[in-house]
């Protein structure tokens, strides 16, 4: 750290310059998310089902009774024990979300590959409420090109051809269900257009060494799930 010492006046000058970037990134962020509520959206047509704690439940009963649904592809693979360290790490943030989302008529599922036991013990160790399904004898992860096996062919990660994805990956989709019942595909991010959902790095994005990744041997190497720190 080798940052200028500067008086209280000059601090004054510099964080005023930063501010007006700030605003412009606010207003260019403002555009990009009315630009993505006009995107076109496609017509969900295959009857997917997953296994809930009420049950079977379909890809209409995750919206209990609202006109949006957001889904979080949550990577926990059908023969893993543990769910996904990183995206244990977005998921410690979405505890208490759901309420709020929910008064603006929007619900909050999990979905993850791995029967619904695993994720009920899992969930149970890391404390968590949110609504989480197992897609297990569901195609929906496949569709949504979050699960991949040796059978996939041409895989497709964040809208490009990838070579060895690995068995899971995370992503985030949105879906809207108008008056008639019917189901609509509106969005979907995968990789860094996930950041935004992850408070922890944006806090950390505010701090004098910001994420301090930089040295790690790659970005997330200091990460454990909440309750494998060592203090």
């Not at 555009?31 to 047509?45: H, N, T």
């Not at 990838?162 to 609509?184: Q, R």
Request: glycine share 6%; net charge negative.
């Amino acid at each position: 750290m080798n940052n200028q010492i500067v008086s209280r006046e000059d601090w004054l000058d510099a964080r005023k310059a930063l501010l007006e970037k700030e605003k412009e990134f606010t207003r260019l962020r403002d555009e990009l998310s009315q630009s993505r509520r006009e995107m076109p959206w496609v017509k969900i047509e295959k009857e997917y089902q997953f296994d809930s704690n009420a049950g079977q439940v379909g890809l209409s009963d995750l919206f209990n009774g609202r006109s949006q649904l957001l889904i979080y592809h949550f990577m926990f693979g059908v023969e893993w024990e543990e769910g996904c360290p990183s995206c244990s790490f977005w998921a410690d943030g979405y505890n208490g979300t759901d309420i709020h989302l929910n008064h603006r008529d929007i619900s909050f599922a999990v979905v993850s590959s791995a029967k619904l036991d695993k994720l009920n013990v899992y969930k149970a160790r890391m404390g968590w409420t949110f609504n989480w399904v197992s897609s297990f004898g569901s195609e929906f992860n496949q569709d949504f090109h979050v699960t991949f096996s040796e059978e996939t062919k041409s895989p497709v990660y964040n809208y490009r051809p990838v070579e060895s994805p690995g068995e899971e990956l995370p992503g985030l989709s949105a879906f809207y269900k108008n008056d008639a019942g019917e189901l609509f595909h509106t969005y979907s991010t995968y990789a860094r257009g996930m950041d935004m959902l992850n408070a922890t790095y944006h806090h950390m994005d505010l701090m004098p060494k910001g994420r301090d990744e930089a040295n790690l041997p790659w970005s997330m190497a200091w990460l454990r799930r909440r309750d494998q720190y060592e203090s």
